[in-house]
């Protein structure tokens, strides 16, 4: 991603020496704001691993608080993925093919926690599955459930400010994939539950992974929805963004230590996400 | 409970208020060198202060105001440590009140003061209960019982280190549900009815009012904490926030402090 | 089914009851209305034919279940099937763009119908390949759609309609979205499939020839209603409406007989060879027209017009004139002939038919 050889096409217009390979990429007005928005998204990063305290590192990592954290913070994510795949993607079907009154109002609520400010999602859930939650109430009174300070609380905190990233992503999917596949599974004897399970789903699944990773990546930095509601105890509840926070208090090496170990664990998962899984072939 | 990611949020606010104080005293007369004789104060003085001294700061504020009009105060309430980190993270502020020396220090240790610290008030712990203390918790080993939900403050925020002083002390093990990051969080679990305790403030008990029932607790008084206050070397309005610290320290803040459950330094 | 068939195309009868199709397909849809009503009896080839717009897809997506009847009936081998759903009538479907499903092969598409009803893994694919041997496919049977090409991709759409063993096939467009040189040979093909089908076949086409070679019966469709139907060699003798006309390329007009003479709508006579009164039709090929400059005096043909040039195209190696005037009509002229004559838009000329070369019919 380098942009030196403008000279050379400049030279090649003017008759200068030609190069092999001539310049075919991006034009100038893309390419520059393309490279500051680049700048700006790694200029921290490359800024946290220039001031991270290296020397003292190995000590800051042996804590058993880090590592339940990461442990917690990755199983929490993935079980929120999880949830928001089997619910989500039927919903994204629903908005997506079925007409129904009200479908634009209905869209607008399944984005909203999207706009919602996390700790506000988080007293939300609390008045929702609170122990005396409109719905809380009766699992505490029924089953004896309680969700918050639970790490199923954590999965649900996350799985709510995630869910509308995947919802979303496989709407757009669904909406621009061709719904005469499924008519002609149809007609082949397939019911519209199997047309959709053996045609539709394989059709769409890069958007699906592709919505899928995004409501993975929330759900690993969500931080305002999940001290609210699920609060903080390491072990159970305390994932990396609420250890970095309390740490950054306390002891800001020792923040940027966790910093990076999540920032490390995370550029693991994405890039280890091959392009051609996530856009369509 | 909404103050509380605050970090952010403090400096976006102190910056708000930072700018306009400018304006301010550009056009107020009051801060010039000369302030022998009751100079006019004006302009617009930021205090970080600890979540516990919410109402009664906030009560303090407006008393200020009227008896210098043409001066606005702005708070930013939040745990202690937040508020110390982002003061020497350069959040810009005229004031700060901190709910433990320990957490003062982050800020003198970093020379971020102009003054020395003083204590002002000083806070003891104080169980809170759901109303009408359903669980009839009496006392501070009643907490360690499994079947109740109890709430503390993080270790680094000044009420729960204190929490944590007095259950040392008493050779008690307590786990609770969370450790919140500032005191009024835990507060607001059991004000939600989320939480069936928490161990905060005397101060935060009398606040909350009806909607908690405090419990004392003998420990309590070997985990007392100090409130000191301090001018920041940042200040931008320095005599309207000498005036600010002043009134604090006087016999009329002082009043109002102890009103709200505080004791005397 | 696991045991490999022979080579010999026949297909299995299943249906013990061989009603064949009766349908009258109603469909509103918003202001366009469908009121077609067809029937079959099972090794038929039925097509329908008309203008874009028609209601063509409309009553074969009518007949496969993917649009509900407004009204009307449907049975297939005496058995109504207006308010079963797609998967549960005994249909298949070619799709005009043959809509084969990109992530799985050539032999799992085949084999997708037959797993659809029951066939584990195994024995879909064992039929599939069947199938595909059938149809000359073998070597493409692990390739993906997109590495087919439209002949063997239509193909493959057949099989895997065929594989269900449906008692009514349903082919939209078959031969639309291939060029003009693979269209013969499928075109051959797609006959020889479609002859040794043994229940009903309809399919939708606006190609003429497609309609004349692969089908027993046509019914031409015009605004959602049927306007002709009958033998291919039937409809383009005695066409009914303009359209069909335009289509088998013959001149036709409406008109009012009286014995030998016609008199037709824009106010001229034809004379036939025919003796008939009342409302009729009367054709002719423009390859039966003769233009002349001059008026002709002394010519053994008894009709004759006045016209005047309106346009020139090419029509083969023709030159296809179209004449208004006193009757308006099209006539074909080797470009020689049209060169000699001078023709320009505007020009002036006669146009004589004989007797003997036209055709009157009943309306």
Known sequence: MTSPTKAGAADTLTGGPRRRHAYRGAPLPLLVPALIGLAFLVLPLVALLIRAPWSSMPDLLTSTEVWQALQLSLVCATAATAVSLVIGVPLAWLLARVEFPGRGLVRALVTLPLVLPPVVGGVALLMALGRNGVVGKWLDAWFGITLPFTTTGVVIAEAFVAMPFLVISVEGTLRAADPRYEEAAQTLGASRFTAFRRVTLPLIAPGVAAGAVLAWARALGEFGATITFAGNFPGRTQTMPLAVYLALQNDPEAAIALSLVLLAVSIAVLAGLRDRWMTAS | ?265 | MSDVEKKTISYDVQAPSADGLDARLVVERGSFRLDVALSAKPGDVVALLGPNGAGKTTALRALAGLVPLTDGHLRLDGTELDRTPPESRPVGVVFQDYLLFPHLTALDNVAFGPRCHGASKGEARAQAAVWLDRMGLTTHASAKPRRLSGGQAQRVALARALATHPRLLLLDEPLAALDARTRLDVRAQLRRHLADFEAVAVLVTHDPLDAMVLADHLVVVEEGRVVQQGTPADIARHPRTDYIAHLVGLNLYRGQADGHTVHVESGSTVTTTEHLTGPVFVAFPPSAVTLHRDRPTGSSARNFWRCEVAGLETHGDQIRVALGGELPLAADLTTVAAAELDLHAGAVVWATVKAAQTHAYPA
């Open chain 2, 1 to 265: 409970m909404m103050q509380v990611t605050g970090v952010g949020a403090a400096a976006l606010l102190a910056l708000s208020a930072c700018s306009s104080s400018d304006d301010d005293s550009s056009k107020g007369s009051g801060s010039d060198a000369s302030a022998s004789s009751s100079p006019k104060l004006s302009g617009e003085v930021t205090v970080f202060a600890a979540a516990s001294l919410k109402e009664s700061f906030e009560t303090l504020g407006k008393e200020f105001e009227q008896a210098h009009p043409g001066t606005k105060i702005t708070f930013s309430f939040g745990g202690s440590d937040a508020l110390a980190a982002s003061i020497t993270g350069g959040a810009p502020a005229d004031v700060f009140a901190s709910a433990s020396p320990k957490t003062m220090k982050i800020v003198t240790d970093a020379g971020d003061n102009a003054i020395d610290p003083a204590t002002f008030v000083r806070n003891q712990l104080e169980i809170a209960t759901l109303p009408g203390n359903p669980d009839k918790v009496a006392s501070l080993k009643d907490l360690t019982n499994k079947d109740l939900k109890v709430v503390l403050c993080d270790k680094t925020v000044p009420c729960g280190a204190a929490a944590e002083k007095a259950l040392t002390a008493s050779k008690l093990k307590l786990t609770p549900v969370s450790y919140e990051e500032d005191v009024k969080s835990a507060l607001n679990k059991v004000v939600l009815k989320e939480a069936d305790a928490a161990v905060v403030y005397k101060t935060d008990v009398k606040a909350a009012g009806d909607k908690v029932e405090g419990v004392e607790f003998p420990e309590s008084a070997d985990a007392i904490n100090d409130y000191p206050i301090t001018l920041l070397k940042e200040s931008r309005n320095t005599d309207t926030a000498k005036a600010f610290i002043a009134l604090v320290q006087s016999a009329e803040g002082q009043k109002v402090l102890t009103a709200a459950g505080f004791l005397q330094p």
